[in-house]
């Protein structure tokens, strides 16, 4: 998911006249931590306005006011911007949920989001492209992995997102399942950028230890 935030001051967005100059370098991404999901709606980050979000082959669903549209393509436009996803990712349906809690008591919608998605050996690297940026506006991504089914091994999945833009950290997602039990939850992470000149931004995912995964982002 990407939002964009023409200024972000503690997640609130404000009116600002800002003079941008050809000097401005700013496609790096910084990320944070790898943070559990709870369940809840709110685990969806709704600030500033959403540009473009994806459920990986599920439902076009509502969460927290942000709309996912449900993708089983590699493209998903939304407005004037577009995500494209690469990579030898495998469509396995919807496995990653449980009837068992804390998965089972989340919202419809929330257990639509962290059901679905796709895997993809360890070694492999993909990218997710975004066009149709705004320069100099701020952005933030927030990606999602899950895994509720309890099997072993699964609390020790790793995957990585970084970017390849000079000046950008990186982040392990792991834990799939933070309990590493039947209905247990996974983690997500956010990023935050600011468009440069091209109006693109690359997310590359992988490698990893164990399958790597997407559920929505």
Known sequence: MAKCLPILIGLAVVTATIRWTASVDAAAVTFGTS????????????????????????????VNGVTFTGASGA???????????????????????????????????MQNLLASGDYQDSANTAT???????????????????????FGGTNNRVL?????????????????DVSGTDGGLGVYTVGAFTADVSGTQSITVGP???NEQQNAF
């Open 35 to 62: 943070i559990p999901i709870t369940g809840l709606d709110t685990d969806v980050l709704n600030a500033g306005t959403t540009v473009n979000a994806t459920n990986i082959d599920g439902n076009t669903v509502v």
């Open 75 to 109: 493209t998903v436009t939304q407005g004037n911007m577009t995500s494209s996803i690469t990579g030898g990712w495998t469509d396995p349906g919807a496995p990653y949920g449980s009837l068992n809690a804390p998965f089972a008591a989340m919202s419809a919608n």
């Open 128 to 150: 997710i492209a975004y066009t149709g940026l705004i320069f100099g506006h701020q952005y933030v991504f927030q990606y999602f992995v899950n895994d509720s089914r309890g």
């Open 160 to 176: 990585n997102l970084t970017a390849p833009d000079a000046g950008s950290n990186s982040v392990n997602l792991t834990p799939f």
């Open 208 to 210: 990893g230890t164990g």
